[in-house]
């Protein structure tokens, strides 16, 4: 693990045990709860170490963000970050599944996990851009309620309100189409391999 990774695992040890906040100390211990299964298994694999390098790297910065936010946390925030931490959940039962398994069936299942940690690595991106929006969104509306703004003024934060939004949501959706196009492309090349088995050449 690198550097980044080492300084993140500190952190998220001290927010979850620290943290008077119920988010950030929820996302920290599952992130953590993440490393530590994956620690114990003895299949690891570079594909699964890059998640799990992920996923403390994330863990760091959502559980760090929601820790300076503290009782600020819009329910928009709330939301995405208990998506994410479903996400989290999802990944280490995968690896916890994956320790369970005969070494033989782990091997046979190899291309199932890469798929897994392929959209699971992209769940995350989305989870992520999620929460970075609401998260601008949640500072331009301190922005406005600390500082004493005039219309014009009041109108350029809504406007930048409306660009933040549309910006994330624009790139949460091409990650969609992109996840869409790449599934469909799976689903070609599936059945023109079941064509040849069923029909071999002469």
């Known amino acids: 693990m690198s550097a980044n990774v080492t300084n993140a695992l500190d952190a998220l040890k001290s927010i979850s045990s620290l943290s008077p906040f119920p988010y950030p100390q929820a996302i920290a211990s599952i992130a953590l709860l993440v490393y530590e299964t994956y620690q114990s298994y003895t299949g690891r694999t570079e594909e699964l170490q890059h998640l799990v390098a992920m ?47 005969p070494r033989l069936i782990a091997m046979v299942n190899s291309k199932n996990d890469r798929i897994f940690i392929k959209d699971v690595e992209e769940d995350l991106e989305r989870c992520v851009e999620v929460f970075k929006l609401h998260t601008r969104l949640m500072n331009l509306r301190l922005a406005t309620q600390i500082t004493a703004v005039s219309a014009d003024q009041h109108d350029e934060v809504s406007k930048e309100m409306e660009r933040v939004r549309r910006e994330q949501l624009d790139f949460i959706e091409s990650k969609g189409k992109k996840r869409g196009k790449e599934e469909q492309g799976e689903s070609v090349n599936q059945e023109s391999v079941e064509k040849l088995v069923q029909s071999p050449p002469s």
Request: net charge negative; hydrophobic share 35%.
């Open 55 to 101: 996923v403390v790297e994330t863990g760091w910065m959502v559980s760090n963000t929601c820790q300076d936010a503290g009782d600020m946390m819009t329910e928009e925030m709330k939301q995405a970050v208990d998506q994410l931490h479903r996400t989290l959940e999802g990944i280490a039962s995968h690896i916890e599944k994956r320790k369970r398994r």
